[in-house]
């Protein structure tokens, strides 16, 4: 492998405006130095071989984003997230699992553990440059927004571009949470309450109907709002979906007031279209 010092020295600069620091931590060498030349066009990738070599650069930088792999030796990805969640000084920073594993298992024990997403190798360049620079960017949303005052809303779909819509559609009145990955959703819950939460229909693993009642289950969210905002939407989708406890149901694709107004209506706030 490239001497890890020389790699981090490499990278040791302040970053132009607008390049991110990313840390990538995996101990198979050609990851990480493919990695840094896939994304040296966009960012700046700080490579460690291990947890060791990662809270080294830590104590130079704090980066924008983490990328970690799941299995390696010594500590694995999942003993490295739990120890930066538990200290104040990492806990804020967003962290992706970036992976071969691709059981089902693996998924939700990482997103459960506090990742932002879960992204199986291989990956393509702008594809991750995407999904990095979406979650860096509403990561500082929500720390600015954080004591605001704003209703916060979970959007729950497996289709990035309807939640980028979503986002872009309601961040002027409210702190906007987005998960594409149905099974993240209980796990997100226990740690933050959302005012009103908006769930796709069709979605792999647990679709939006299965949710409810799993929603329903949780302290605390006996009554919060769930309305669905799928395709799916015949009499039959609406009667189901009400019964489990959906307070409203919009078909895709819909008008940005519309979504504005049933969203402003079911927490009872008041705000400008």
Same mark, same amino acid.
């Given at each position: 492998?490239?001497?890890?010092?020389?790699?981090?020295?490499?990278?040791?600069?302040?970053?132009?405006?607008?390049?991110?620091?990313?840390?990538?931590?995996?101990?198979?060498?050609?990851?990480?130095?493919?990695?840094?030349?896939?994304?040296?066009?966009?960012?700046?990738?700080?490579?460690?071989?291990?947890?060791?070599?990662?809270?080294?650069?830590?104590?130079?930088? *704090?980066? +924008?984003? &983490?990328?970690? =792999?799941?299995? #390696? %030796?010594?500590? /694995? @990805?999942? $003993?490295? !997230?739990?120890?930066?969640?538990?200290?104040?000084?990492?806990?804020?920073?967003?962290?992706?699992?970036?992976?071969?594993?691709?059981?089902?298992?693996?998924?939700?024990?990482?997103?459960?553990?506090?990742?932002?997403?879960?992204?199986?190798?291989?990956?393509?360049?702008?594809?991750?440059?995407?999904?990095?620079?979406?979650?860096?960017?509403?990561?500082?949303?929500?720390?600015?927004?954080?004591?605001?005052?704003?209703?916060?809303?979970?959007?729950?779909?497996?289709?990035?571009?309807?939640?980028?819509?979503?986002?872009?559609?309601?961040?002027?009145?409210?702190?906007?949470?987005?998960?594409?990955?149905?099974?993240?959703?209980?796990?997100?819950?226990?740690?933050? *309450?959302? +005012?009103? &939460?908006?769930? =796709?229909?069709? #979605? %792999?693993?647990? /679709? @939006?109907? $299965?949710? !409810?009642?799993?929603?329903?289950?949780?302290?605390?969210?006996?009554?919060?709002?769930?309305?669905?905002?799928?395709?799916?939407?015949?009499?039959?989708?609406?009667?189901?979906?009400?019964?489990?406890?959906?307070?409203?149901?919009?078909?895709?694709?819909?008008?940005?007031?519309?979504?504005?107004?049933?969203?402003?209506?079911?927490?009872?706030?008041?705000?400008?279209?």
């Amino acid at each position: 492998m490239e001497n890890a010092q020389l790699m981090f020295a490499e990278s040791d600069t302040d970053s132009e405006k607008g390049r991110l620091k990313i840390i990538y931590i995996d101990d198979v060498s050609t990851s990480l130095i493919t990695l840094k030349r896939r994304l040296s066009r966009y960012h700046d990738l700080y490579p460690a071989e291990s947890s060791a070599v990662m809270f080294k650069i830590l104590e130079k930088i *704090k980066p +924008d984003i &983490i990328l970690l =792999d799941i299995s #390696m %030796p010594v500590v /694995n @990805g999942y $003993e490295i !997230i739990k120890t930066l969640k538990a200290d104040n000084r990492y806990s804020d920073i967003p962290v992706i699992f970036f992976t071969n594993n691709n059981d089902t298992e693996s998924v939700i024990k990482g997103l459960a553990l506090g990742a932002v997403d879960y992204l199986i190798k291989p990956v393509e360049t702008i594809n991750l440059v995407e999904c990095i620079e979406r979650h860096v960017a509403q990561s500082k949303s929500e720390n600015e927004k954080e004591d605001d005052g704003k209703p916060r809303v979970l959007a729950v779909d497996d289709t990035v571009t309807i939640l980028k819509t979503i986002q872009r559609i309601l961040s002027d009145n409210y702190i906007v949470h987005t998960i594409c990955k149905p099974e993240a959703v209980l796990s997100f819950l226990k740690l933050r *309450k959302p +005012d009103i &939460i908006l769930l =796709d229909y069709l #979605m %792999p693993v647990h /679709n @939006g109907f $299965e949710l !409810i009642p799993m929603i329903r289950e949780l302290q605390g969210y006996e009554h919060t709002p769930i309305m669905m905002l799928t395709s799916a939407g015949t009499l039959a989708n609406i009667k189901e979906a009400i019964s489990l406890g959906a307070c409203d149901f919009m078909v895709k694709p819909f008008k940005d007031s519309e979504l504005i107004e049933k969203v402003a209506k079911h927490i009872n706030v008041k705000t400008e279209i």
